[in-house]
C-alpha cells in the first residue's frame, strides 16, 4: 500500500489507487489496476499522473446525487457540457448530457471508460453521458491527466476518465437521498438499490443494481429569489465612440442598465412616411395598452438618432424580461439497469457477461421565442380600410398615430407564446460478454481477457413551441376582410392576408391571425398554427472486440520487465430520421431555407471502423528509475493509418521523492458528426463590425440561422504532449503527500469549427470565402435588418496549445486511535490556451484568465477540503471556485487613448469580471444496525453561504454557467444502507 491510501479521504494526489475501504465489497488478494498503464503489476506507478477518487471521497463531498457534478469539480476539468450550460443547445442535441472535458481543450478530446473499456456515445458527437454510468456501483473513478491513445486508442488526447465498478459487491446496497434549492424549487429526488452475490463455492458471483433519479425544472428566474440576474450589468457600444477618438467602442454599467428594443408585448423600433420613426419608442403591454418607453439618462446609440436605441441607463430599464423568462435548470427523469454475472469455469479461467440499459428526458426552458416582424400600415386611415393595412395595427394604435405611415417594425419576447423547449429523450444500452484470466508464464502470472461488446444509443431530439417562418409572417400579416371577399369571410373580421389578397395560390385555410401587438391579446388557435415541435431520431451505435496480454517474460539485474499487448477491432455507426416537414427546405443552388427558427434537421447516416494493435513495456533501470514506453498502429476506415506512441520514466532517487515525465504522441479520428452532419441548424444574432450610428452599414445586431454540415475530408488530429512532475512523501511528516506537475498539449491539424460570428468578421475584412457562406433569408428579412443565413464546417486548424501546472496536496493527521483529520487541496494554474485556425488576418489569441464564457478558461481553478473523520462520524467541509479574471479574452481594456477597436481586438472601458468561491458542507452519521447491517444519514448543503454566480455584462442570462452555481443555497438529505 502507499502513502496514498494514508489520505483516504480525500482525492488521491497522483498514484496508484487506494485499496478498497470496505474488504467486505472487494475479493481479498483482488489487484487493483490503475487506468494509467495496460501494464497489470504490483506497485508500478505509471509516469502519467493519476488522480484516484474513492468511494469515500464521492460520499463526503459530492454536491449532488449526480457523479458528474463531483467530478466537475477537479480543477484538471473546465468547460464541460452539462444541463446549467447546455439549455441554448437547441439544435445539436446535446441539451441534459453530462460530458467531461478536460483542460478545456473539448469533451470529444478525453476517453471516458467503464472498468477499462469505452461506452457509446449519446450524443451525434460521440460523447459519454455520465448519467449513463451506474453510480451506485462506482467504487472509484480515476483520471490520467495526459495523454493515453497509445495504451488506450483514439480520443484519449487529454487524458482518460475510467469509472471502475465494484464488481465484487457482496450484500444488499440501498441509498435514498432528497433536495431543494434555498427559494423551495429545483426540489430532486434519487433512489438506488445494489446487490451482489456469490454462488457455486464462490466460483460464480452476480451484482446488480437499480436507480432513479428526479429533478424539478426551475424555469424563470425570479427577481425577488435570484437578484443577481436583474442588476442592471450590462456593457454596450459607446455611442461617442469613433476610430480616432481614442475612445473605449464598449463601456460598462454596473447596475440599472438595460435592453430598450424589445419588450413582453411588442417594442416598435421605426415606422417609415411621415415623420420617420415617429412611432418609435412606443411598446404594448396589457391587452394592448400603448405606453412611451422612458429612455434613462444615458443610451447607446444616441435618442434621436438613426438607429434605434437598443440600450438604456435608467428609465424603463427593466421593461426588458429576457433575464427573468429563461431557465436555470432542467426537468429530469432518469432511471437505469446494470447487471453482471460471472463464473470461474476453471482455476485460471472466468467467464463474464454484464448489461446496462438507461433512459433519460429532460426539458428545458431555451428562452422566449424572440422575433420581429414589419407591419404594413399603408392605407390605415382609408375608409373602408384595404387590405394593405395592417388590422391588429390599426386596431391598437389607431387611425391618428397612423397618419401617413406606412410600415411600422416591431420587436418582442413574445409574452403571449410559450417559451422554446428542449424536450430530449436518449436510451443508451450497452452489453460486453467476454473472458478473463490469468496463468503462468515464465514463471510469473500472466494476465489476460479478451471480449466482445456492443452498445446503442436511441435519441430522440425533441424541440417544442417552435415558430414556423413561413406560417409566423402568415399569421403576422393580418387584414380586415372586404366586403365580396373570396372566401366569404364576414365582412370587417380579421383574416391572413393570405386569404385576402388577389393570389389564390398562397391560401392556407388553416391559418389563424395573431395579434402581436401587446400582453393578454393572442388567439391560443394562432399560437398553435405557428409552433411546432421538430424533432429527429438518430441511432447511434457502437461494436468493439478487443483481446489483452500483460505478463512478465524476464528480469535484469534491476527487476522484473514486463509488457502489454493487445488488439481493438471497432465501428462506429449512426443513422438517423427526420419527418419532411421538419426539415429545411433544399434550395437548387444547394443552399438551405429554414422551415423553423430553430431545428431545421436533416437526416444522416454515416460509418467508419478502426483497427488497432499495442505494445507497452516497463523496464526498471536500477538505482530508482523505471521506463514506461508504448506504441500503437491505428488504422481508420475514413483516414487511414496512424501511429501513437509514449515515452516515460519515473526516478525514485530516495523513498521521499518521485519525478516524473512523460512525452507522448496521442491521436483523435474525426467523429461521426464531424465527417456525416448533414446539416443542423441553431439560430442567434452576430455583431455587425461595421456598424455605424447612421445604420450606413446596417444595424447593429444581424440575426441569424446557422447551418452546420460535416467534412468527409477531415484528417486526425496529432497532439505531441509532456507532462513533467514530481511527488513528494517526506517520512519525516507522515501523512502528507505533495505533487506538482507541468502539461503541455500540443495539437496539430485540430478539428474544429468557426463561429458564426467570425464567419461575418472576416467577411466584413474582405475574405471573400467567408463572404461566400453567407445569404439571406427572404421570409425573415426585413428592409432595414437582412436575416443571414450562415453555413459552417468543421476543418483541421493549423494547431491548439494548451498548457498548465496542476499542484496536489493532502494531510492526514491521526486523532486518537481510529479518527483523523485530513485537508486536502488541489489546483490548477492554466497558462495558455489558443487556437490558430490558419485563416489570413486573424491573430491567436490566448483565452486563459477570460471568465466569459465556456470556451474560455479561468487562470485558476482550485478546490480544498477540511474532514473529520470518526468510526460513526464523518464532517467536510468544501471550498472551491476560479480566479477572477477579464471578461472577453481578446478585448484591449482602456478608457482614454484606445487604439481603433476591430472585431478581432474590440476595445472596452471594464474588461475585468470577478471570480467565485463557493463553501459547501458535508456531514455523516454511520448508525450501527444489527452486526450485519450499517446505516448512514447524510446532510449536504451546497454553496452555503449562497454566493452568487460569476456574473457577466450581458442580457438573458447575465452569469458563466460553466463555473458557477446557478441555483444558490441547496440541501439534500439522505440515507445509505448496507446489509452484508
Known sequence: MTALALVHSAPALAQEAAAPADSSEAASGDQIVVTGSRIARDGFQAPTPVIVLTQEDIQNTSPSNNIADFVNQLPQLAGSTKPANSRLNISNGSAGVNALNLRNLGENRVLVLIDGRRSVGSTIFGWVDINTIPQALIERVELVTGGASSAYGSDAVTGVVNFILNKKLEGLRITGDIGVTHVGDGFNYSGSIAGGKSFADGRGHVVF?????????????DPK??????KGYLAFANPAYTATNGQPAFITFYQNAGQTNQAPGGFITGSAGATANSLRGLYFGQNGQVIPYQYGSFNSPVLGGAAAVTRTVGGDWRLNDSGRRIGLAPKDDRYGFYGRASFDVSDGVTLFAEGSFNKQEVFFNAGPNLGSATLNTTGCTVVPTPITCNAFALQTLGAARLAGVTSV??????????????????????????????????????RWDIYGQYGRSDVREQLRNIMHVTRMANATNAAFAPAGNAGGYAVGSIQCLINLDADTTNNDPSCVPLNRLGIGVADPAAIDYVLGDPYRKQVLEQYVTGANLSLTPFATWAGDVSIAIGGEYREEKIRGTVPAEFQPIINPNGTTSNRWSVGNYLPFKGSYNVKEAYLETLIPLGFGLEFNGAVRATDYSTSGYVTTWKLGATWAPIDDIRLRVTRSRDIRAPNLNELFQAGTANSDSVRNPAFTPDLANGPQFFPYSGLTTGNPALQPEKADSWNIGGVVTPRFLPGFQASVDYFRIDLEDAIDSISAQEVVNRCNEGVQAFCDAISTDPVRSTPTTPYLLIRTQPFNYVRRLVRGIDFD???RIPVGEASSITLKGTATRYIENLAETGIAGTTPVNTVGANGGQASTPKWIFRANLNYSTPSFSGTVTGRGVSSGKYLANAIECTSGCPTSSSQFPTYADNHVKGTFYVDLNLTQKIKVGTASEAELFFNVTNLFDANPLLLPETGLAANSSFSDLLGRTYRVGFRFKLD
Open 809 to 811: 496536496a493532502a494531510y
Open 225 to 230: 429569489d435570484r437578484p443577481w440576474n436583474h
Open 209 to 221: 443494481n437499480a436507480e432513479i433519479a428526479h429533478q424539478d425544472g426551475i424555469y424563470e428566474v
Open 409 to 446: 417594425s416591431i420587436t418582442t419576447t413574445a409574452a403571449d407564446l410559450p417559451f422554446r423547449g428542449i424536450n430530449n429523450k436518449r436510451q443508451v444500452q450497452r452489453y460486453v460478454i467476454g473472458a478473463e484470466g490469468e496463468f503462468d508464464a515464465f514463471g510469473k502470472a500472466a
